[in-house]
């Protein structure tokens, strides 16, 4: 349904796959699939182009109304989740939540915190509206009714196979590995982006299940990535870690608390900030 939605307001299959980060034939396939359990084709096809025919657009109407009832429902969860003690974090990468967590175990351990990694607008967006608890994002959220602090600084690196001719490099640059093959985790958050932009030569595979993803870093020659926050969690893996010294490679994440969120809220935030005194 988002594949639709997107071919809809960007006009083109292709802009569409641009901006799903998909390649033109598999979203293609996608589609195509669809077709044919919908059993209607929602495209007039000639040899340069596809449109969407009167069936594309009543599927994109509909797709829309399953795209806005899905956010509905995840609203209602995350209000749930607020009504069982539990605080739901909107962040664009996993790692700062690992640390949030530690920090609030620390000083609250009775809390629970239920992550959701997003992209940046969206983050900000679902603080703003409260859909959200606390917001981890790439810049601090200056507005008079909320408060930002900087919570942890992550530098990625290249985790490479011992035997690969980068590996006895000191330091790397993107363009030094623009055109490589790359065992990527699908859930980086904007890591993701991060990578894409800056080596749209690579072939990058990505893997969402962590158990194979960890069994083919350590069975196959692809290079992968690690940061400083991950570094430990991958001493086990007999590769060499490369840091990467473009500006892009080094994030520096800030936690934001709306001022008039709940005490429990406003009580972690000020834990937080005091910790990075």
Same mark, same amino acid.
């Given at each position: 349904?988002?594949?639709?939605?997107?071919?809809?307001?960007?006009?083109?299959?292709?802009?569409?796959?641009?901006?799903?980060?998909?390649?033109?034939?598999?979203?293609?396939?996608?589609?195509?699939?669809l077709e044919r359990e919908l059993g209607q084709e929602l495209f007039d096809r000639t040899h340069n182009s596809a449109t969407l025919n009167d069936a594309g657009h009543l599927a994109v109407d509909h797709a829309r109304n399953l795209l806005r009832d899905e956010r509905m429902m995840l609203d209602a969860f995350a209000d749930l989740a607020r009504r069982q003690r539990t605080l739901l974090v909107g962040t664009v990468a996993p790692a700062p939540v690992w640390h949030l967590t530690a920090l609030t175990v620390e000083r609250f351990p009775g809390?629970?915190?239920?992550?959701?990694?997003?992209?940046?607008?969206?983050?900000?967006?679902?603080?703003?509206?409260?859909?959200?608890?606390?917001?981890?994002?790439?810049?601090?959220?200056?507005?008079?009714?909320?408060?930002?602090?900087?919570?942890?600084?992550?530098?990625?690196?290249?985790?490479?196979?011992?035997?690969?001719?980068?590996?006895?490099?000191?330091?790397?640059?993107?363009?030094?590995?623009?055109?490589?093959?790359?065992?990527?985790?699908?859930?980086?958050?904007?890591?993701?982006?991060?990578?894409?932009?800056?080596?749209?030569?690579?072939?990058?595979?990505?893997?969402?299940?962590?158990?194979?993803?960890?069994?083919?870093?350590?069975?196959?020659?692809?290079?992968? *990535?690690?940061?400083?926050?991950?570094?430990?969690?991958?001493?086990?893996?007999?590769?060499?870690?490369?840091?990467?010294?473009?500006?892009?490679?080094?994030?520096? *994440?800030?936690?934001?608390?709306?001022?008039?969120?709940?005490?429990?809220?406003?009580?972690?935030?000020?834990?937080?900030?005091?910790?990075?005194?």
């Amino acid at each position: 349904m988002r594949q639709l939605d997107a071919i809809a307001r960007c006009g083109t299959i292709s802009a569409a796959a641009e901006e799903l980060h998909l390649s033109q034939p598999s979203l293609s396939r996608s589609i195509k699939r669809l077709e044919r359990e919908l059993g209607q084709e929602l495209f007039d096809r000639t040899h340069n182009s596809a449109t969407l025919n009167d069936a594309g657009h009543l599927a994109v109407d509909h797709a829309r109304n399953l795209l806005r009832d899905e956010r509905m429902m995840l609203d209602a969860f995350a209000d749930l989740a607020r009504r069982q003690r539990t605080l739901l974090v909107g962040t664009v990468a996993p790692a700062p939540v690992w640390h949030l967590t530690a920090l609030t175990v620390e000083r609250f351990p009775g809390t629970l915190l239920n992550p959701v990694t997003l992209p940046e607008d969206e983050v900000e967006r679902r603080l703003m509206n409260r859909s959200v608890d606390l917001a981890i994002t790439l810049r601090p959220m200056i507005l008079p009714t909320m408060r930002s602090s900087q919570i942890m600084v992550e530098d990625l690196s290249a985790f490479l196979p011992p035997e690969h001719r980068l590996a006895k490099r000191e330091t790397l640059s993107f363009a030094d590995l623009d055109g490589e093959s790359f065992l990527v985790l699908s859930e980086v958050g904007f890591w993701m982006d991060v990578l894409r932009r800056n080596m749209p030569h690579a072939n990058i595979v990505e893997q969402a299940d962590r158990s194979v993803f960890e069994q083919l870093v350590r069975s196959t020659e692809l290079i992968s *990535f690690v940061t400083s926050a991950t570094l430990a969690r991958r001493s086990h893996h007999e590769r060499v870690a490369v840091p990467i010294v473009d500006a892009e490679a080094h994030a520096t *994440f800030y936690i934001t608390a709306l001022r008039d969120a709940p005490q429990r809220v406003q009580d972690i935030y000020q834990w937080v900030e005091s910790r990075q005194d």
